[in-house]
């Protein structure tokens, strides 16, 4: 069975700093991998996604996200924080040989920045 | 900016009562989703729908649960007689594919008092 985990409930970090969210998945092939941003009272809103090719992909918002196959991961990161970044983040995974297109997202991570 | 639009955003029925919600997917956008996000961030997939054709379902919760996607009107979830364990944030999401990326509406928040 596939899944996802984001090991980090919570992170604080300073206004201007990196940002770093880490998510791990289980899956027995490659699959197609997302983040996603949840802020307050509102729906999702995809960051980006990887589906083959260059293990970097940009997403909006100065956000990206390098696949590694080797360490099953695919971490987001972004240079320097924003105030308005504070959400909560989820990883997600869509299993490509399904044909429902369904995910399964990790637990998310709380980002507060913090001035 | 997603296009997917969920009505009502919030929702308060008292126990047994029904509760029904509705979402227009992003125009031309075939594949209709449903997830229940509860207070702990979980997620449970409900439903999907490729055009008005259920995909893929899980037991529909003692068939409290119902949903549709008629042609040229709003997709809708509803449930028959609503429970405390029911309160949590239904999200609608559509894609142009099941293999493509799914976008999802703001979601309905049902509180069941």
């Known amino acids: 069975a596939q899944s996802v985990t984001q090991p980090d409930a919570r992170v604080t970090v300073s206004e201007g700093a990196s940002l770093q969210l880490r998510c791990k998945y289980s899956y027995s092939a490659t699959p197609y991998l997302f983040w996603y941003v949840q802020y307050p009272r509102q729906g999702l809103q995809l960051l980006l996604k990887?589906?083959?090719?260059?293990?970097v992909v940009q997403g909006v918002n100065s956000f990206e996200a390098e696949f590694s196959k080797s360490n099953s991961s695919f971490h987001l990161q972004k240079a320097s924080v924003h105030w308005s970044d504070s959400a909560v983040y989820f990883c997600?995974?869509?299993?490509?040989?399904?044909?429902?297109?369904?995910?399964?997202f990790g637990e998310g991570t709380q980002v507060t920045v913090i001035s | 900016n997603s296009k997917v639009i969920q009505t009502p955003r919030y929702l308060v029925k008292g126990q047994g009562q029904k509760a029904k919600m509705r979402c227009i997917p992003e125009k031309g956008h075939p594949v209709v989703f449903w997830y229940q996000q509860n207070k702990n961030n979980e997620f449970k997939f409900l439903i999907n729908?490729?055009?008005?054709?259920?995909?893929?379902q899980i037991d529909m919760t003692e068939k409290r649960f119902s949903a549709e996607c008629p042609s040229n009107s709003p997709c809708s979830l509803e449930i028959q007689s609503s429970e405390a364990g029911d309160s949590a944030l239904y999200l609608c999401a559509s894609s142009l594919t099941t293999n493509t990326e799914v976008f999802f509406g703001k979601g309905t928040r049902l509180t069941v008092v």
């Open positions: 997600a995974l869509m299993n490509t040989g399904g044909l429902s297109g369904k995910l399964t």
């Open positions: 729908f490729q055009n008005q054709e259920v995909l893929q």
């Open positions: 990887y589906y083959s090719g260059d293990p």
